[in-house]
């Protein structure tokens, strides 16, 4: 028949297709390859030296071009995707990256580490936010992943805090879309839920749907949407509210999907690592400011911003922790350091205030 000539017809193609991509993905595997053995020959006369494989800028500016000159027909986002895993697998050529992340394993904070490098990373779940810091900083982990924001709660204070006090650098952002589901275990039959166990953030951020549909089934809070899965899985009669990657991770039944109040609900992480990164052309910056306690002290802060046309994406306070009822401000903005007018900026600031730390510049999030 003239339609099965027609299927056979297209199926040959996509195979001469498949054929030509494998062999361009292999190319592009030894070009990685070739990368590696130039980095690594450039830093052998100098002992104290280590090569830099993972260029946040790089990688953004090639996911960007990628979004940009998409034909089609599959969305923009998508192909991004897909060029993240090949970037992802080649760099693990180079050197398999470990990442610290909020864990423990299948949270969304994993789910964002995994988006931002790819599955051929090495993920290291950690108890805390600290923790994640710590294992960057003490060089057992290239990198770290930490939740600063969510669209619906509001900031992270614990992370903000943990800036304070930290040497690390903000490398890049993740924004991660929160999907809620409820999962049983395979054990937990229909109308068997005695009890839904979640991270508090989950519970609050699904109140209205609980309420309307399991308002005499009892909430417990636990420390992480990982946990909940697992609880989940070990115990009869037990839901979860997580997300899809907890089910992977603890092979559990989806039992109702997308019961989140809001359905933009998004949560931002931070990106941790120990240098500063060059600009990619469409960058974030982040600063710590202490100011002296007088009146219009915050006004002052923010009018260099004002005045040079300069775009805030965040503006938060925290307790100093040095003394009582005073605060330092965390402020985002759009620009990079290297800028000559961010400079300018920056200059003015030291002037206005005791304290001004640089926690970075970095990549918007190319998706």
């Keep these: 028949m003239a339609t099965d000539e027609q299927l056979e017809a297209i199926r040959a193609r996509i195979d001469d297709i498949d054929g030509q991509l494998?062999?361009?993905?292999?190319?592009?595997?030894?070009?990685?390859?070739?990368?590696?053995?130039?980095?690594?020959a450039a830093v052998q006369s100098d002992t104290q030296a280590s090569p830099l494989f993972y260029r946040p800028e790089r990688e953004a500016q090639v996911l960007r071009a990628i979004h940009e000159k998409n034909p089609g027909p599959l969305p923009g986002d998508y192909m991004v995707r897909i060029f993240r895993e090949i970037m992802s697998s080649c760099l693990a050529l180079e050197k398999p990256l470990t990442v610290a992340f909020l864990g423990p394993v299948g949270t969304y904070t994993q789910a964002a580490a995994r988006k931002h490098f790819?599955?051929?990373?090495?993920?290291?779940?950690?108890?805390?936010?600290?923790?994640?810091?710590?294992?960057?900083?003490?060089?057992?982990c290239d990198f770290g992943v930490v939740p600063v924001e969510n669209s619906t709660e509001g900031m992270i204070g614990q992370t903000l805090d943990c800036f304070l006090e930290?040497?690390?650098?903000?490398?890049?952002?993740?924004?991660?879309?929160?999907?809620?589901?409820?999962?049983?275990?395979?054990?937990?039959?229909?109308?068997?839920?005695?009890?839904?166990?979640?991270?508090?953030?989950?519970?609050?951020?699904?109140?209205?749907?609980?309420?309307?549909?399991?308002?005499?089934?009892?909430?417990?809070?636990?420390?992480?949407?990982?946990?909940?899965?697992?609880?989940?899985?070990?115990?009869?009669?037990?839901?979860?509210?997580?997300g899809d990657i907890a089910a992977e991770m603890y092979t559990l039944e989806k039992r109702e999907v997308s019961i989140q109040d809001y359905a933009s609900n998004t949560t931002r992480f931070l990106v941790l690592g120990r240098d500063f990164v060059p600009a990619s052309g469409q960058d974030k910056t982040s600063?710590?400011?202490?100011?002296?306690?007088?009146?219009?002290?915050?006004?002052?802060?923010?009018?260099?911003?004002?005045?040079?046309?300069?775009?805030?994406?965040?503006?938060?306070?925290?307790?100093?922790?040095?003394?009582?009822?005073?605060?330092?401000?965390?402020?985002?903005?759009?620009?990079?350091?290297?800028?000559?007018?961010?400079?300018?900026?920056?200059?003015?600031?030291?002037?206005?205030?005791?304290?001004l730390k640089r926690l970075g510049s970095y990549p918007c999030a190319p998706i």
């Design 22 to 40: 494998l062999s361009l993905i292999s190319d592009r595997a030894r070009c990685a390859q070739e990368v590696a053995e130039i980095k690594l």
């Design 118 to 140: 790819g599955q051929s990373a090495l993920p290291q779940a950690q108890s805390s936010i600290q923790g994640v810091f710590r294992e960057v900083e003490e060089r057992r």
């Design 166 to 242: 930290s040497p690390l650098h903000i490398v890049g952002e993740v924004e991660l879309p929160v999907v809620h589901h409820l999962f049983v275990g395979l054990t937990t039959g229909d109308g068997e839920i005695m009890k839904i166990c979640g991270h508090p953030q989950a519970l609050a951020q699904c109140r209205t749907w609980l309420e309307t549909h399991l308002p005499q089934v009892p909430l417990e809070q636990v420390a992480s949407n990982g946990e909940a899965a697992r609880r989940a899985q070990s115990e009869s009669g037990v839901a979860a509210i997580a």
């Design 287 to 355: 600063v710590i400011i202490a100011s002296r306690n007088r009146p219009g002290a915050l006004l002052n802060l923010l009018r260099p911003f004002e005045n040079a046309g300069i775009s805030l994406t965040r503006i938060d306070s925290r307790p100093s922790k040095t003394e009582k009822w005073t605060y330092v401000f965390y402020i985002e903005f759009e620009g990079h350091l290297e800028d000559q007018i961010v400079d300018k900026i920056m200059n003015e600031l030291e002037e206005q205030s005791i304290m």
